[in-house]
């Protein structure tokens, strides 16, 4: 079975930076789209919402739930000869 990667204590501070960037961008394109209409308003943001989301998702992915790779050393020996 694989390890796990330990992440680091400045991974865990650029993420959280990501999210607070994320949230405070999503709040102001929000608030921008919606404030002060009265009628019907094309929901634009909810495409970059989704997306950043799901780069947001990713991020936390590659800091706790990274696994070492058993065969790199073999690779890397490999592309040497």
């Known amino acids: ?4 990667i330990k992440h680091t204590g400045k991974q ?4 959280l930076l990501h999210l607070v960037v994320f ?12 404030a002060g209409k009265t009628e019907w308003v094309y929901p634009w943001p909810a495409w970059v919402t989704a997306a ?3 780069l947001v998702v990713g991020h936390a992915c590659t800091i706790w739930a990274n ?8 690779f890397k020996k490999q592309l040497q000869n």
């Open 12 to 15: 865990v501070s650029m993420f």
């Open 52 to 54: 950043w989301g799901l």
């Open 23 to 34: 949230a405070v961008a999503n709040i102001a394109m929000w608030y921008i789209t919606y």
């Open 67 to 74: 696994y070492e790779d058993r065969g790199m050393d073999t």
């Open 1 to 4: 079975m694989p390890k796990r």
